[in-house]
C-alpha cells in the first residue's frame, strides 16, 4: 500500500484515482525507503512512467530508462531508424544501468528497476564529480557500470580487469525524461571530467562498410556493440557483435535452468542473422558454429557435473567496498530482488576498501539437475 502522502503526489502527477488502485492492487506500485529517504518505485509502467520510475517525498520524478530498439539485420536496422541521416555511434558497454540523481542533499544510484543500489550509491562518488549536481540539480546523469568486480554480472568489458568503473551514455532531464543532444552531453562530460562511453564518431547508411568494420573489431576485442543515436537522441538503435551472443550463450549455459529459454534464442537468433547478413561461410562459418555449440554444452555439461558430484549451481562474484555496512545491504537488497546470496570473505585491502566475495546459488537450476541426474522420469 501507498501512504496516503505518496497518494496525494501521484494524484497531483496526473495518475487517476482509479488509475492508482488498479496499480497498488497489482503490486505494481512498491513505496520503499534508503537511508531515510522515502519513494515510491514503479514495477510497471503507467501513463507515461516508465516501469523503474522513482517519485521522491519532495515530488521529485525520475523516469525509468526507456527501452532501446534493436536491429538484428544491421544494414536494413540503419535505413528503417536513421534512413539517410547521420548518427552517431558509441560503445555499447557491458554492464548495468544506474540512474544517478540529487535527492536533497544526496547523491543517489538508481537500478533499472527503481531501486536504491546501496553498493552503487556509495561508490559513485570516485567516478562522478558531485560538481555537477550544484550546477544541474534537475538532470539524472545515465550511464553503464561495468568492471570484473561488479555486484550484477560475472563478467565485464575486456579493459575494466579491475575493479569498476562508470560510463555516461545519456543526460536526461528529471520529471520529463527528455534527453539532452548528443553534443550538450559531450560538452558536460567533458567539462566535469565524466568518464564516457567511446565514441566511434558520426556515420549514416552510405558508410556501412566502415560500421562492419567497426563490429569486427569489437567483435575482436571481445566488446559488446554499439549504440546508434540521432543528435537530437530522438531515434536510438541498438547492435550487438557476433562476440556478445556467442559469449552470454556461454555465461547463460552454465544456469540453464534458471533462465528462460527467450534468453538463448533471442541469442541465437541474433548470431544466426549476422552470419545470413556477412554471408559467412566455409571454414569461418565452421567456426562459429563450434563456438556457438561449446558456449552452449560445456557450460551446461560442467554445471550437470556438479551436482552429480554433490554441489550446486552457484557463481560467485567480487565487489569493493568502502564500509562493509554496504555489502550487508547489498545482501538485504538481493533478498528483496528475490535472490539469495551470502558473504563468502571478506578481505581489506588497505587502501579504505574492502573487497567481498559474494555466491549466488541457484537452488531450482540445482534442484532440475539433481533430479534429471537421479532418473526422474516424465
Ligand atoms: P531494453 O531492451 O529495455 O533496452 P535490455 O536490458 O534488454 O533493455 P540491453 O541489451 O541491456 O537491453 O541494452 C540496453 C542497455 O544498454 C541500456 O539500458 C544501457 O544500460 C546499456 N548501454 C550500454 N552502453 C550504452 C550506450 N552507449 N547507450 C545507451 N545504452 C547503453
Redesign the pocket.
Known sequence: MVSSHFRNILLKLGIPEERLSVLEGKGGLVEDEFEGIRYVRFRDSAKGFRRGTLVFENGEVVLG??????VVQLENGIRRVFKNRPFYV?????????RVVKVGDKVLALT?GGFVCPFTTERVEDFINFDFFMDYPNLVL???M?GSESPYLVEGPPYVTEDIQF?L??IQEMGSGKSLSVEERLKLAEEYGIPH?EVFGVYDRRRIDDLYDLIERLHRERR?G??M?SPDMKR?A?Y?TPYANINDVRIGSHIFFDLPYGYFMQRIKRLAFYLAEKHIKGEEFDEYAKALGKALLRPFVESIHEVANGGEIEETFTVRVKSITTAHKMVTHFERLGIKIHIEDIEDLKNGYWRITFKRVYPDATKEIRELWNGLAF
Open positions: 530508462f526507456p527501452h532501446i530498439k534493436r558509441e560503445e555499447k558497454v557491458d554492464g548495468y544501468n544506474v533499472r545515465a550511464g553503464e561495468a560510463f551514455f545519456d562511453v559488446e554499439i549504440v543515436k536510438i541498438k550487438v
